[in-house]
T-cell receptor, first 117, second 115 residues
């Protein structure tokens, strides 16, 4: 149990376009979902935390208007990178937390590699 | 101050031997949780083991055990009988009770298992 999927697994886009990444909890209801960014050979940086039905809480330094997060249901959160630029190229990982399945841990998706040309 | 410190950027271990990956943490919260995750080259983060600050016993999960020394604020991961498939990045993480949802990650340790 506690499987989280992400789609797409990789995406290449042109500078100036927007990209949407989906994060789904497949076999549990995720009360809270998280979006991380990871640069090569570095640790995960938390970008934002989202609870179903409410606005996301962004970490300091993360642009809300650039990284739009929507937690539409208990199994789906989306991250939209708006007007993407090459510096947005990174590995984006979502995670989900449940109040019932392993309540103390986060379960991670497989990640999405974004390349902006 | 860094919440989680992993001082070993890279480690080598011979197959079938045990290896210890270091992790120290910094918190003033009396209630917290400590986690270890494995990240293979594919990028997914795999949950390995959890230790609560009030747990009396060290956590164990199969070949993984957590050497929890509360007074020293260390939570080292021990992998016994290393396998080639254990080659990956390993991240230590902490969650504090007062900010239950926020995970702090260390910088990671790259483990290479040699045949």
């Amino acid at each position: 149990g506690a499987v989280v999927s992400q789609h797409p697994s990789w995406v290449i886009c042109k500078s100036g376009t927007s990209v949407k990444i989906e994060c789904r909890s497949l076999d549990f209801q995720a009360t809270t979902m998280f979006w991380y960014r990871q640069f090569p050979k570095q640790s995960l940086m938390l970008m934002a935390t989202s609870n179903e039905g409410s606005k996301a809480t962004y970490e300091q330094g993360v642009e809300k208007d650039k990284f739009l997060i929507n937690h539409a249901s208990l199994t789906l959160s989306t991250l939209t990178v708006t007007s993407a630029h090459p510096e947005d190229s990174s590995f984006y990982i979502c995670s989900a937390k449940s109040g019932t399945v392993g309540p103390d841990t986060q379960y991670f998706g497989p990640g999405t590699r974004l390349t902006v040309l | 101050a860094q919440k989680i410190t992993q001082t070993q950027p890279g480690m080598f271990v011979q197959e079938k031997e045990a290896v210890t990956l270091d992790c120290t943490y910094d918190t003033s919260d009396p209630s917290y949780g400590l986690f270890w995750y494995k990240q293979p080259s594919s990028g997914e983060m795999i949950f390995l083991i959890y230790q609560g600050s009030y747990d009396q016993q060290n956590a164990t999960e199969g070949r993984y055990s957590l050497n929890f020394q509360k007074a020293r604020k260390s939570a080292n991961l021990v992998i016994s009988a290393s396998q080639l498939g254990d080659s990956a990045m390993y991240f230590c993480a902490m969650r504090e009770e007062y900010n239950f949802n926020k995970f702090y990650f260390g910088s990671g340790t790259k483990l290479n298992v040699k045949p």
